[in-house]
C-alpha cells in the first residue's frame, strides 16, 4: 500500500478527541433536559467509573493510545523509504515518547517548580511509554512473535494482580483500590506525587503501563492490516477481519471478567480486551466509511481535531478556554431557561475549541511529536 496519510485515522481521533474538548458535557446537559432511564444511561457513559466497570468514558484514553499504535506502521514504512537506519528510528521513537513524558510534566505543573508535589504519572507518558513498548516490538519482532508477547502480557498480568497483594496493606483484595500490586510498586519508585488516596494509587502508573503497551500493539496490528496492498485484500475483506477482530476480543473481556475485572484504573487484561474491542471495531467503521468507501466530506469537522490533537489536550489545560467560552455565550445563556442556558454554555465551549483548531489547520499550524 502507497505510504499516504489515513483520513480514517484523523478523523478517529477527532472523534475521540470532540469528547474531551466538551461534547462529554455537553451531551450530559442534553439529557438533563428530558430526564428518563435511557438518557441517565448516556449521561452516566459520559464519566468514569468509581472502580470496576466500563463507560463510554473510559474508552476515550485507550482508543487514543491505540490509534497511536495503528500509525506506526505507516510511520516506519516512510522511515524505511528514507533510508533510516535502525539507531535513526530507534533515536525517534526514544525522542517522541521523552517529548510526551515531558508534555505531561507540563501539563501537570512543572513550571511551578513545587517538586515535592508534583506529579510525574500522567496520560501523555502513559501514550508515551506504551507507545514505545508497541513501537521497539514492531521493529523488532514479527507478528506471530509479537502476539504471543502481547498474550503473555495479558495472562502474565491478569495472574499478578489476581493473587498478588500490596504487602504494605493487610487482609486487603489484592484487586481492591487500596490492596492493588499496582498501587505498591509506584509507592515504591515513582517519584513525585500520586494522584488518588492520600498520594497511595496512580492510574496512570509503572506496573500498569505494561498492558497498555498490548493496547498499543493491537493498534499496530491494526494498521499492518490497513496497510495491506488492496491486491492482497480488499479493503472491504480487511473491515470483515477488523470487526471479527473486534468481536473476539469483547468475547474474551466478557468471559474473562469474571476472573478479572474489567478496570481502567488498573488497566486489567480484561479491560485491554474490552477497550481493544471497541477500539477495532471503531477503527473498522471509520476505515469503511471513509477509506473504502470513499466518504470523506463529512469528516471535516473531526480531521480538523484530530490533525492536532495533542494542541487541544494541552491548550485546555494551559489556556483558560472557559473564560473565553462564557465571554462570548454565558451572556445570552443567562437570559434562557437554566437547563439549556447549561445546554448553551458547554455547547460554546465546544465551539471555542474546534474555533482555535480551524485557525491554526487554515494557517497549516500542527503540533508534531
Known sequence: MKNQRLMSLDALRGF???????????????????????????AHNMEHVAWDGLTHHDTIFPLFLFLAGVSYP??????????YTKGKV???????????????LIYNGLFRFDFENLRCASVLARIGIAWMGAALLYVNFGVKTRAWISVAILVGYAL??????????????????EGNIVGYIDRLFMPGRLIYDNNHFDPEGLLSA???????????????????????????????WMIVGAAALIVVALLAKGFVPINKMLWSSTFVCAVGGYSVAMMALFYYLVDVRGWQKWTFIFRVVGMNSITIYMAQRIMNLWTTSNFFFKGAASHMPELWG????????????????????????FLKV
Open 90 to 104: 530507534y533515536a525517534k521513537i526514544f525522542r517522541r515518547a521523552a517529548m510526551l513524558i515531558f508534555l505531561g
Open 16 to 42: 475521540d478527541m470532540f469528547f474531551i474538548m466538551g461534547l462529554s458535557g455537553l451531551i450530559a446537559t442534553l439529557c438533563a433536559l428530558c430526564p428518563n432511564a435511557v438518557t441517565d444511561a448516556i
Open 210 to 240: 505494561l498492558p497498555a503497551v498490548v493496547t498499543a500493539m493491537l493498534g499496530v496490528f491494526t494498521g499492518e492490516l490497513i496497510r495491506l496492498p488492496k491486491e492482497r485484500m480488499s479493503g472491504e475483506r480487511k473491515t470483515l
Open 342 to 365: 447549561d445546554v448553551f454554555v458547554n455547547l460554546g465551549y465546544v465551539v471555542v475549541c474546534w474555533l482555535l483548531l480551524y485557525f491554526l489547520y487554515r494557517k497549516k499550524t
Open 74 to 83: 505507516f510511520s516506519y514504512a516512510k522511515q524505511q523509504e528514507l533510508g
Open 160 to 177: 499478578l494482580t489476581k493473587y498478588v497483594g500490596a504487602p504494605d496493606v493487610v487482609d486487603a483484595d489484592p484487586l481492591s483500590r
